[in-house]
């Protein structure tokens, strides 16, 4: 059974850093296109960052020069290190996996970032 489980979040004042980190028990860590997701109450899920098997990042414009993705195949685990946060980065962040080749997708239980003002 595949798991992702999601560390990290909290309470931060604006201007703090949190680093998120995902475990992930999945054998395809390594082909597997990692991402992070939020979502904030009454908005949909959105994209935060994603990182391709080859390692290229993406990221969504509001966090551009903020956030950062990283992927640590030997410990199967994601990271997403957030600085300079703002109260609009409150949300529940997601961890995902996607591996395309065999048309998986698989999410984690979320994790509570709050940044106050």
């Known amino acids: 059974q595949v798991q992702l489980v999601e560390s990290g979040g909290g309470l931060v004042q604006a201007g703090g850093s949190l680093r998120l980190s995902c475990a992930a028990s999945?054998?395809?860590?390594?082909?597997?296109?990692m991402g992070w997701y939020r979502q904030a109450p009454g908005k949909q899920r959105a994209l935060v960052a994603t990182?391709?098997?080859?390692?290229?990042?993406n990221y969504a414009d509001s966090v551009k020069g903020r956030f950062t993705i990283s992927k640590d195949n030997a410990k199967n685990t994601v990271y997403l290190q957030m600085n300079s946060l703002k109260p609009e980065d409150t949300a529940v962040y997601y961890c995902?996996?996607?591996?395309?080749?065999?048309?998986?997708?698989?999410w984690g239980q979320g994790t509570q970032v709050t940044v106050s003002s």
């Open positions: 995902n996996a996607d591996i395309g080749l065999y048309g998986y997708n698989y």
């Open positions: 999945l054998s395809e860590f390594s082909i597997a296109t």
């Open positions: 990182m391709s098997r080859g390692g290229r990042p």
